[in-house]
């Protein structure tokens, strides 16, 4: 059963698992909420490999893999609940490496610079800056999209393009909704500003995904095999629409304050979510379990 904007509502993964070989799963929202770990959630990724399925965790963290893996260790998340990871913060590493600018001016937390080591780029003042490589805001705790309008102007005024490592807008850290990068892009085009957006829902990071499957397989990959799970309509749902796939929608997760966390979320109200925005899902569940 493909995509629809009337999708039924799943009790579990195992409902559905056998018609899919593959995987690709959202962490933030879906694995964790940004402070601890869901733990039915790795526990069905953990039985979906028991199964024989190939899982893939594909996030729009704006860092590199190997420091998703230290965040999951911290919260909870068990590594064999998957296969591999693909991060947003190594499709721009990728990009920005390639890029002819080298001179960036960094915009986000100080945790998240490490992003851009080893890939030749210079971290310079905005007035030597040939790009933003933007991760974030610089203190998402208490700033907003708006706190940036000013240095926007300026960056307007000399051309600079902005490449955003992180397409969220927001995303729920613990009980509290925090601006991402995807905000800041989104404000920065609407300006008029030059902007390049890694990440789901954009087609590059979903090849990559379904490269990975096929090197850890041995094998090309129908997408058709292929189920993603996710919680946030414009980047999860609507990255594998674009990219031909199947999705599983966990209502509980970004969409919890309109869908809410219900054990039996109404049918209506996720199919008019749907609507509003112009996609289909397989199926919805208000947390992943198995």
Same mark, same amino acid.
């Given at each position: 059963?493909?995509?629809?904007?009337? @999708?039924?509502?799943i009790? +579990?993964?195992?409902?559905?698992a +056998?018609?899919?070989?593959?995987?690709?799963?959202?962490?933030?929202?879906?694995?964790?909420? *940004?402070?601890t770990?869901?733990?039915?959630?790795?526990?069905?990724l953990?039985?979906a490999?028991?199964?024989?399925?190939?899982?893939?965790?594909?996030?729009?963290?704006?860092?590199?893999?190997?420091?998703?893996?230290?965040?999951?260790d911290?919260? %909870?998340?068990?590594?064999?609940g998957?296969?591999d990871?693909v991060?947003?913060g190594?499709?721009? !590493?990728?990009?920005?490496?390639?890029?002819?600018?080298?001179?960036?001016?960094?915009?986000?937390?100080?945790r998240?610079?490490?992003v851009l080591?080893?890939?030749?780029?210079d971290?310079v003042?905005?007035?030597?800056?040939?790009?933003?490589a933007?991760?974030?805001?610089y203190d998402?705790t208490t700033?907003?999209?708006?706190?940036?309008? *000013?240095?926007?102007r300026?960056?307007?005024?000399?051309?600079? @393009?902005? $490449?955003?490592?992180?397409?969220?807008?927001?995303?729920?850290?613990?009980?509290?909704?925090?601006?991402?990068? *995807?905000?800041?892009a989104?404000?920065?085009?609407?300006?008029?500003? !030059?902007t390049?957006?890694?990440?789901? @829902?954009h087609?590059?990071?979903?090849?990559?995904?379904?490269?990975?499957? %096929?090197?850890?397989? +041995?094998? @090309?990959?129908?997408p058709?095999?292929?189920?993603a $799970?996710?919680?946030?309509?414009?980047t999860?749902?609507?990255?594998?629409n674009?990219? *031909?796939?199947?999705?599983?929608?966990?209502?509980?997760?970004?969409?919890?304050?309109r869908l809410?966390? !219900?054990?039996?979320p109404?049918?209506?109200?996720?199919?008019?979510?749907?609507?509003?925005?112009?996609l289909?899902?397989r199926?919805y569940?208000?947390?992943?379990?198995?």
């Amino acid at each position: 059963m493909a995509n629809t904007r009337h @999708p039924p509502r799943i009790r +579990g993964l195992s409902e559905i698992a +056998g018609n899919y070989r593959y995987l690709l799963c959202d962490a933030w929202g879906v694995l964790h909420n *940004g402070v601890t770990a869901y733990a039915e959630a790795v526990d069905a990724l953990i039985h979906a490999r028991a199964a024989g399925l190939r899982v893939l965790v594909l996030t729009n963290a704006p860092r590199p893999k190997a420091e998703v893996v230290k965040q999951f260790d911290r919260f %909870g998340v068990d590594h064999r609940g998957y296969n591999d990871i693909v991060t947003s913060g190594d499709a721009t !590493r990728e990009y920005l490496a390639t890029r002819p600018e080298k001179k960036a001016l960094f915009v986000g937390a100080d945790r998240d610079r490490g992003v851009l080591d080893g890939i030749g780029i210079d971290l310079v003042g905005q007035d030597e800056a040939e790009l933003i490589a933007c991760i974030g805001l610089y203190d998402d705790t208490t700033e907003t999209p708006d706190d940036y309008t *000013g240095r926007m102007r300026d960056w307007l005024a000399r051309g600079l @393009p902005l $490449i955003c490592a992180n397409p969220d807008k927001v995303v729920e850290r613990g009980h509290v909704i925090v601006w991402c990068a *995807g905000a800041l892009a989104a404000k920065y085009a609407g300006m008029g500003g !030059r902007t390049v957006v890694l990440g789901k @829902p954009h087609a590059p990071i979903y090849e990559s995904a379904l490269r990975r499957f %096929g090197e850890i397989a +041995g094998t @090309p990959v129908d997408p058709a095999e292929v189920l993603a $799970i996710g919680d946030a309509a414009e980047t999860d749902l609507r990255g594998a629409n674009d990219a *031909g796939l199947d999705v599983l929608f966990v209502t509980a997760g970004i969409h919890a304050e309109r869908l809410g966390e !219900r054990h039996e979320p109404d049918g209506p109200e996720v199919s008019a979510l749907l609507s509003e925005h112009g996609l289909g899902a397989r199926a919805y569940i208000p947390h992943l379990a198995w």
